[in-house]
C-alpha cells in the first residue's frame, strides 16, 4: 500500500515557475514507478510525466517536454515535478500516480494516486 500527497501547487502567471512534490509513504517506494497527471475542468485526466524507479528514465507528454522536469529522491520517499515557461493552458488539478512496475503513459497502468494539487496559471 501506497499513500501519496501532492503539494505545491498554486496561482502563477504565465511564464512562471513552480515545483510540485509528491510525498509518498511506505518503505517500498523505491520499488514504483511514478508518474504526474493532470486534469482541467471538464476534460479528461491526462499523462504529464513518469520516472522510472531508479529514476534513470523519463518520459514525457508532448505538450510539456523542455519545460517540465520529473525527478524522485528514493531516500525522501519524494517525487517532484519542475514546471517552468507555464502557460494558462496548464493550468489543472496535478495528480501523482504510483505503478508496481515499468513507468507507464496511461490512467489505468497506476495503482496508487494522491489528491491532486490546483495549479492555475493567470495570462
Known amino acids: 500500500q501506497v499513500q501519496l500527497v501532492e503539494s505545491g501547487g498554486g496561482l502563477v502567471q504565465a511564464g512562471g515557475s513552480l515545483r510540485l512534490s509528491c510525498a509518498a509513504s511506505?518503505?517500498?517506494?523505491?520499488?514504483?514507478?511514478m508518474g504526474w497527471f493532470r486534469q482541467a475542468p471538464g476534460k479528461e485526466r491526462e499523462f504529464v510525466a513518469a520516472?522510472?524507479?531508479?529514476?534513470?528514465?523519463?518520459y514525457y507528454a508532448d505538450s510539456v517536454k523542455g519545460r517540465f522536469t520529473i525527478s524522485r529522491d528514493n531516500a525522501k520517499n519524494t517525487v517532484y515535478l519542475q514546471m517552468n515557461s507555464l502557460k494558462p493552458e496548464d493550468t489543472a488539478v496535478y495528480y501523482c500516480?504510483?505503478?508496481?512496475?515499468?513507468?507507464?503513459?496511461?490512467?489505468?497502468?497506476?495503482?496508487?494516486w494522491g489528491q491532486g494539487t490546483q495549479v492555475t496559471v493567470s495570462s
Open positions: 500516480a504510483a505503478e508496481a512496475g515499468s513507468y507507464g503513459l496511461f490512467v489505468y497502468e497506476y495503482d496508487y
Open positions: 520516472i522510472s524507479w531508479s529514476g534513470g528514465s523519463t
Open positions: 511506505g518503505r517500498t517506494f523505491s520499488s514504483y514507478a
